[in-house]
């Protein structure tokens, strides 16, 4: 069935580090790719996304980078802060167009 | 303005039970998803409403689970005689247009106990 691989599950960074959370989709029909940010006691969040027709879109301190023959994609945190410590997702839309199919997630620390 | 939002937050039930689960979508929004998320886990999809139309069920796991959206807008999820496995947290989401790749606003979900 249609699979979204994230890595790693955890990642310790220092405040101002930059972060790099890596997924990979099974479907090559996939045209969507959003982020979401989920924090303790809150529903999932979205940052960014992207779509087939871009390879890379930044956001401030955010960017997402698409390599649709690997079926690769990227989210880049730069300057970290301690309040981007949370839950991250990664997800990729399902062939019949409607699903999410979402990674396993990636919990961030930042400390300061 | 308000969001997507959910009850009960929380739920604890007896096995065998029967529970609904309540989704008020943001205004206006045409679609509404539920999701289910375990613990340690990404959301995992259930079913898919456009306006009063459940056009996708795919991911509700057996017979128990039912769902509907009857005026277009609130949505209910079902679970009937629960079991222990169901235990987890139901998410809603809901986007302004048809389709999976409108930004999808989740809600707070509902956590369900099973015991």
């Known amino acids: 069935g249609e699979n979204v691989e994230q890595h790693p599950s955890t990642l310790s960074v220092q405040e101002g580090d930059s972060a790099v959370i890596k997924c990979t989709y099974s479907?090559?029909?996939?045209?969507?790719f959003p982020w979401y940010k989920q924090e303790l006691g809150k529903g999932p969040q979205l940052i960014i996304d992207i779509r087939s027709n871009v390879g890379e879109k930044k956001d401030q301190r955010i960017a997402v980078t698409l390599n649709k023959t690997a079926k690769h994609f990227s989210l880049h945190i730069t300057e970290t802060q301690p309040e981007d410590s949370a839950v991250y997702f990664c997800?990729?839309?399902?062939?019949?167009?409607?699903?999410?199919?979402f990674g396993k997630g990636t919990t961030l620390s930042v400390s300061s | 303005g308000a969001g997507v939002s959910q009850s009960p937050r929380y739920k604890v039930t007896k096995r065998g039970q029967d529970v609904a689960l309540r989704c008020d979508p943001i205004?206006?929004?045409?679609?509404l998803y539920w999701y289910r998320q375990a613990l340690g886990q990404g959301p995992e999809f259930l079913t898919y409403f456009n306006y009063e139309a459940q056009q996708d069920k795919s991911g509700l796991p057996n017979d128990r689970f039912s769902a509907e959206r009857p005026e277009g807008s609130i949505s209910t999820l079902t679970i009937q005689r629960t079991e222990q496995r169901d235990s987890a947290m139901y998410r809603c989401?809901?986007?302004?247009?048809?389709?999976?790749?409108?930004?999808?606003?989740f809600g707070p979900g509902t956590r369900l106990t099973v015991l």
């Open positions: 479907d090559s029909a996939s045209n969507y």
């Open positions: 205004s206006g929004h045409v679609s």
């Open positions: 989401a809901s986007s302004l247009e048809g389709g999976g790749s409108d930004t999808q606003y």
């Open positions: 997800a990729s839309l399902g062939q019949a167009g409607t699903a999410l199919i």
